[in-house]
Structures are given as structure tokens and as C-alpha cells.
């Protein structure tokens, strides 16, 4: 049991640049989320996902795209990176059903920098 | 909309010393309230969580979070803090209205530096 993995841990990008940000998760949880952390600001969400097939925006969605095609996976696609979107990326997931209050896990996270 | 406020950047505090970080919330409805802990370069683990019940939760590593709703705050403490304890610390809090799905929303995160 892997419990949350990210890929890569470290990236660094040109602006302009486009990639994906890797997130898996091996406990079955339904709900699966992206976060961004950046200093003095907390984790801020971007996008998040109910299930397989659905996804929809957070707090900041600009510049990211984001698909749901089976239950452990949740991609995050940087369209043309720009040097706003350095910051260190988390991936989460969890059940939805039972206690409504369900913990979130955390992936180790993927520090990246666009120059 | 719901928001959670830690109103300390920085928290220090001598080792064997009480600790307590801050934090403070607003949700619509009735809170679902959380706190994480970051070491450096790690994610984030789950220390405790508030759904309903007893004001006071116990956690891992010997913390334990006190609810007060008349306040709205959700303050994390330990009797007696460790060196291993220095790390940023997150409330989050959650609405129980179910169609906001399992979306958190983060304080800013508190800083503790336990020293020697």
C-alpha cells in the first residue's frame, strides 16, 4: 500500500513550457484534489475530482488542466507555464462516502520552478 | 464561503514547554475542523479532526485540539513539546454541507520552533 505518489519531485520549467504533474493514489478513495503552497499563503486548491469522470475547479484553477479517467489516477496539466505557477504541488485524496469528515492523505509533493 | 484564519506566523517555545498554535474559523454551517503538520520537504500528515461530540480531540504525538464555538476557534496544543515537534502546522476547516464535496480550505500555516 503506496498510500499517495506524486512524479516528479522536483521539475523545472521554461515559460511556455507545458507538462504534467503525476498523482496516484492505491486506496480506492473517490475524492482526489490538487493544491498549491506557497509561502504565508497555505495550500490553495486548484482542482479537484469526485470520481471517475468528473472534476471540477477550486480556488485557482487558471493555467491548470485536470482529468479523471480512472479512480487512482489525477494528472495536472501546466498548459504554458509561467513563472506565477512555481510553487510546491500537492496531490490528496480521500472516501466520500461513510463520515463525511474523511481524512485527506497527502502525497509527498512536487517542487516546481518555471524560469 | 469559508475561511480559517492562524494568526501567528511564528510560534517559539522552549523544550518541555506547554505549545499551542492558533487558529481561528468561519463556515456557514457547522464545521468539519482539521489540523495537519508539514515537516520540512514532507507532505502533509493528518494529526486530528473535529466532526462532532466531545470539545476536546485527542491526536497524534500527544496533541489535542480544543473546539470552542463561540469563539470559532480551534486552537492545537501539547502539554509538553519536543525538539521533533518544530515544524508548519495547518488548521483546515470543512463545511458539512455536502454538495462542497470534501473541499478544504487551509490557514496560512504556523511555523513552531521548539529549542533546546
Known amino acids: 500500500n503506496a498510500g499517495v505518489t506524486q512524479t516528479p519531485k522536483f521539475q523545472v520549467l521554461k515559460t511556455g513550457q507545458s507538462m504534467t504533474l503525476q498523482c496516484a493514489q492505491d486506496m480506492n478513495h473517490e475524492y482526489m484534489s490538487w493544491y498549491r503552497q506557497d509561502p504565508g499563503m497555505g495550500l490553495r486548491l486548484i482542482h479537484y475530482?469526485?470520481?471517475?469522470?468528473?472534476?471540477d475547479q477550486g480556488e485557482v484553477p487558471n493555467g491548470y488542466n485536470v482529468s479523471r479517467s480512472t479512480t487512482e489516477d489525477f494528472p495536472l496539466r501546466l498548459l504554458s507555464a509561467a513563472p506565477s505557477q512555481t510553487s510546491v504541488y500537492f496531490c490528496?485524496?480521500?472516501?466520500?462516502?461513510?463520515?463525511?469528515?474523511?481524512?485527506?492523505?497527502f502525497g509527498p509533493g512536487t517542487r516546481l520552478t518555471v524560469l | 464561503a469559508q475561511s480559517v484564519a492562524q494568526p501567528e506566523d511564528q510560534v517559539n517555545v522552549a523544550e518541555g514547554n506547554p505549545l499551542t498554535v492558533k487558529c481561528t474559523y468561519s463556515?456557514?454551517?457547522?464545521?468539519?475542523l482539521f489540523w495537519y503538520v508539514q515537516y520540512p520537504n514532507r507532505g502533509l500528515q493528518f494529526l486530528l479532526k473535529y466532526i462532532t461530540g466531545d470539545n476536546l480531540v485527542k491526536g497524534s504525538y500527544g496533541f489535542e485540539a480544543e473546539f470552542n464555538k463561540s469563539q470559532t476557534s480551534f486552537h492545537l496544543k501539547k502539554p509538553s513539546a519536543l525538539v521533533s515537534d518544530s515544524a508548519l502546522y495547518f488548521c483546515a476547516v470543512r463545511d458539512m454541507i455536502k454538495a462542497a464535496g470534501n473541499k478544504l480550505t487551509f490557514g496560512g500555516g504556523t511555523r513552531v520552533l521548539v529549542k533546546p
Open positions: 475530482s469526485v470520481g471517475a469522470g468528473i472534476t
Open positions: 490528496a485524496s480521500s472516501y466520500l462516502g461513510g463520515s463525511p469528515a474523511d481524512t485527506q492523505y
Open positions: 463556515v456557514s454551517g457547522n464545521p468539519y
